[in-house]
């Protein structure tokens, strides 16, 4: 049985979501007595992140939480893998500073950890029927990165690109991961998979945020999800 939830939160210029985010992560009370950890690694931000950080370590001191910064902006898979290092817990996931994700969900995906004794669970915004999305290139963007990662690697996938991957932390640590960008989501996907894993999904919500709110990702990181799939299907 699983006891401490490690929570993955790579940030960059966050100021108007990172505290709140954070705030809906503290008020979830997960399943089986487990704990919680939330692990912040900030890349680089020239915004007021760091100080509504702190302001959320004042509201909440006994919630356990590091903040590591990084000095120079190296990108989102960068800071996940500062996170991955840094984190205690013996299960883990990735959490967007942003309010797109819902922290209730966290629950449904460690009872299914638990009850189908799975190491690796993703939650997708897809079989969810009442969520909407922002933009429809994003919408087929992540369609077709998940056909290509379905043809590819066996799996049976509706949102490889989801941000809420759920992990066993002894898998996720024993993958060798060199992501710098977006692209930590194709890399640990195909490392996974080639392990022999069948990744597993259940249904999130999401309520997406514009590019003028502060939405990041682009096209061109849905190209590099698939040379990403792409290189690490054929490399040794």
């Known amino acids: 049985m699983y006891s401490t939830l490690s929570i993955l939160i790579p940030a960059y ?16 009370v997960l399943p089986y007595g487990m704990g919680k950890e939330l692990i912040v690694v900030d890349d680089a931000s020239y915004d007021n992140t760091p100080q509504e950080v702190e302001r959320f370590r004042h509201v ?9 910064r990084h000095e120079k902006n190296s990108g989102k898979g960068r800071a996940i893998r500062t ?5 205690t817990g013996d299960v883990m996931i ?4 942003d309010l797109e994700y819902n922290p209730t969900d966290m629950v449904s995906l460690l009872q299914y950890m638990v009850e189908q ?5 993703y939650g997708s915004r897809f079989l969810n029927k009442r969520n909407s999305h922002s933009y429809m290139s994003f919408y087929w963007g992540g369609r077709i990165v998940s056909a290509i990662t379905n043809c590819l690697y066996g799996q ?15 898998l996720l640590k024993s993958i ?14 195909a490392k996974i998979a080639k392990l022999g894993y069948v990744i597993p999904e259940i249904p999130i919500e999401y309520s997406p945020r514009s590019i003028e709110e502060g939405k990041k990702i682009s096209w061109r990181d849905g190209l590099q999800a698939i040379y990403t799939l792409v290189k690490y299907r054929f490399k040794k």
Not at 13 to 28: G, L, P, R, S, Y
Not at 117 to 121: L, S
Not at 156 to 170: G, V
Not at 177 to 189: A, H, K, M, R, S
């Open 117 to 121: 004794d799975a190491k690796v669970v």
């Open 176 to 189: 060798p991961l060199t992501c710098e960008g977006f692209e930590f989501c194709p890399e640990v996907t």
């Open 60 to 68: 909440y001191p006994d919630t356990p939480l590091q903040y590591v």
């Open 13 to 28: 210029n966050e100021q108007t979501t990172i505290f709140h985010i954070m705030e809906k992560i503290e008020a979830v």
């Open 94 to 97: 990735v959490q967007d500073a």
């Open 156 to 170: 049976h996938l509706t949102d490889e690109p989801t941000c809420y991957k759920m992990f066993d932390a002894s």
């Open 83 to 87: 996170a991955i290092g840094c984190a």
